[in-house]
């Protein structure tokens, strides 16, 4: 009921920056959260950050300095602002939305991804 594409990855060098969106469509109205995951190669999902329907920003330990997520209030969509990357961000970035938020966030729907690939 629910589609989001992702947009914006690519290859950026060392201590570059990029920004990724994502667009929700279909029965956008049941969306309690939305949140941005990457997955390295040989690595574990990785929650980035989160966006609730009420507008609380939660980010992981890990992403906290150099990532933010933004919403985009004319559209339906989310941003990834990543700044200062480095070769350990290199993953593909997925954007993913839930219809429950507690007592824990579910993730119903899954874009397929955007590549981003941090080179020296």
């Known amino acids: 009921q629910v589609q989001l594409v992702e947009s914006g990855g690519g290859v950026v060098q060392a201590g570059g920056s990029l920004r990724l969106t994502c667009v929700a469509t279909?029965?956008?109205?049941?969306?309690?959260?939305m949140a941005w995951f990457r997955q390295a190669p040989g690595k574990e999902r990785e929650l980035i950050g989160s966006v609730s329907s009420g507008g609380t920003i939660e980010y992981s330990n890990s992403a906290k300095g150099r990532f933010r997520i933004a919403r985009d209030s004319g559209k339906n969509a989310i941003h990834l602002q990543a700044n200062n990357l480095n070769d350990q961000d290199t993953a593909m970035y997925y954007c993913?939305?839930?219809?429950?938020?507690?007592?824990?966030?579910?993730?119903?729907?899954w874009g397929q991804g955007t590549q981003v690939t941090v080179s020296s």
């Open positions: 279909g029965n956008q109205f049941s969306i309690n959260v």
């Open positions: 993913a939305a839930g219809r429950i938020a507690f007592p824990d966030y579910v993730y119903d729907y």
